[in-house]
């Protein structure tokens, strides 16, 4: 069984880092491309990052280019944001998925807020 | 950016019947290999969303094939056949042809 298991979240002042995890098991986790995407509340879903399987090519969205970073360890299983220089607007549920958006984790609660 | 509109943003429908959402995109997501990077979501109340079409037209395992998807280039509509209640919740396009990837805004089903 495919899974996916985020950690990591919390509340956090503005202007602080964080780094979510994501650990995989049940498929070839080095095999595929892998993306955050996060959800404010009560808002629709916002694409963020994706790393190849690999780690050759990374790409952000705007609103988060430079702040924050995915990356991955395949001989952990293991998916990463580093999130740097938070802002309010950060305040979301933060989910990892699969390549074509095939597998969820239960996702991780960010809240930015002094 | 890509910009993918989704109509309606909200959908009533009693069970059993049929319904379409429409997902519009800014610009062809035909990708240089062939393949058309639009793909279906379900999120329902409370839950991580789910894949219920991929690559345009392709039923993700497990999924009733009441769901169905069509459409190229700019147009792609995902169709509905026979509303059941545990279809409720919002639905999203995503496309992954064009970095940055984005969603369309979510269309919400809700009984009438």
């Known amino acids: 069984e495919v899974q996916l298991v985020e950690s990591g979240g919390g509340l956090v002042q503005p202007g602080s880092s964080l780094k979510l995890s994501c650990v995989a098991s049940?498929?070839?986790?080095?095999?595929?491309?892998m993306h955050w995407i996060r959800q404010a509340p009560k808002k629709g879903l916002e694409w963020i990052a994706l790393i190849y399987y690999d780690s050759s090519n990374k790409y952000y969205a705007d609103s988060v280019k430079g702040r924050f970073t995915i990356s991955r360890d395949n001989s952990k299983n293991t998916l990463y944001l580093e999130m740097n220089s938070l802002r309010s607007e950060d305040t979301a549920m933060y989910y990892c998925?699969?390549?074509?958006?095939?597998?969820w984790g239960q996702g991780v609660m960010v809240t930015v807020s002094s | 950016d890509v910009v993918l509109t989704q109509t309606p943003p909200t959908l009533s429908a009693t069970i059993g019947q049929s319904v379409s959402i429409s997902c519009r995109s800014s610009?062809?997501?035909?990708?240089?290999?062939?393949?058309?990077?639009l793909h279906w979501l379900l999120q329902r109340p409370g839950q991580s969303p789910q894949l219920l079409i991929y690559l345009v037209s392709r039923l993700e395992s497990g999924v009733p094939n009441r769901f169905s998807g069509s459409g190229s280039g700019t147009d792609f509509t995902l169709k509905i056949s026979g509303v059941e209640a545990e279809d409720l919740g919002v639905y999203y396009c995503?496309?992954?042809?064009?970095?940055?990837?984005?969603f369309g805004a979510g269309t919400k089903l809700e009984l009438k």
């Open positions: 995503v496309q992954g042809t064009h970095a940055p990837y984005t």
């Open positions: 049940g498929f070839t986790f080095s095999s595929y491309n």
């Open positions: 610009q062809s997501l035909l990708h240089s290999n062939g393949n058309t990077y």
């Open positions: 998925a699969g390549p074509y958006f095939d597998y």
